[in-house]
T-cell receptor, first 114, second 114 residues
Framework: NAGVMQNPRHLVRRRGQEARLRCSPM?????VYWYRQLPEEGLKFMVYLQKENIIDESGMPKERFSAEFPKEGPSILRIQQVVRGDSAAYFC????????????FGPGTRLLVL | AQKVTQAQTEISVVEKEDVTLDCVYE???????LFWYKQPPSGELVFLIR??????QNEISGRYSWNFQKSTSSFNFTITASQVVDSAVYFCALSDLTGNQFYFGTGTSLTVIP
């Protein structure tokens, strides 16, 4: 059973460009969570999605950030007009419906904004 | 408010020593889950344990053991006879029973010196 997959593992963008981070949950998992880990800090919750629904986006910055989890395909975290402060590791996690307390994490995408 | 505190930022031990990583939490919930995750240098997050607040029994898994003390709101993690492969950042986390959001500590960086 493949774990949570994230791609790309590393992403370099210039200021003002768009960043798209992808997350494929574990097989059978219907819940996806995105977290951001800034340098020297712990993980901060961003958003929680089920298929075609955003359940909780209280941790998402109000502007430039969006997330989706379509019926088919991976979950996408999109950052528009990136700034240097967006440089971080972005982790995706997934869980089963009835075990959603246990989240399994992907390897993360390291975003560097030049 | 929900909060997890890992007061130890960095710890260094010599191989084969025992080491305890501290975790103190705050929550307004009467029932909740506590977790430990390991983040090795490769960057991914590895699930180690989930503990329900109903269950205060200590748990041992090989060289790992966890001491849950509800009275002091602590969930400490001990590695016995540490090994170089234990070098990683360890995160303690808290969630309510919905599992919709996790609250992570800032992590403790453990270095095991050969």
């Amino acid at each position: 059973n493949a774990g949570v997959m994230q791609n790309p593992r590393h992403l370099v963008r210039r200021r003002g460009q768009e960043a798209r981070l992808r997350c494929s949950p574990m097989k059978g998992h219907s819940h996806v969570y995105w977290y951001r880990q800034l340098p020297e800090e712990g993980l901060k919750f961003m958003v929680y999605l089920q298929k075609e629904n955003i359940i909780d986006e209280s941790g998402m910055p109000k502007e430039r950030f969006s997330a989706e989890f379509p019926k088919e395909g991976p979950s996408i975290l999109r950052i528009q007009q990136v700034v240097r402060g967006d440089s971080a590791a972005y982790f995706c996690a997934s869980s089963l419906w009835d075990l959603k307390e246990t989240q399994y994490f992907g390897p993360g995408t390291r975003l560097l904004v030049l | 408010a929900q909060k997890v505190t890992q007061a130890q930022t960095e710890i260094s031990v010599v191989e084969k020593e025992d080491v305890t990583l501290d975790c103190v939490y705050e929550t307004r919930d009467t029932t909740y889950y506590l977790f430990w995750y390991k983040q090795p240098p490769s960057g991914e997050l590895v699930f180690l344990i989930r503990r329900n607040s109903f269950d205060e029994q200590n748990e041992i898994s090989g060289r790992y053991s966890w001491n849950f003390q509800k009275s002091t709101s602590s969930f400490n993690f001990t590695i016995t006879a540490s090994q170089v492969v234990d070098s990683a950042v360890y995160f303690c986390a808290l969630s309510d029973l919905t599992g919709n959001q996790f609250y992570f500590g800032t992590g403790t960086s453990l270095t095991v010196i050969p």
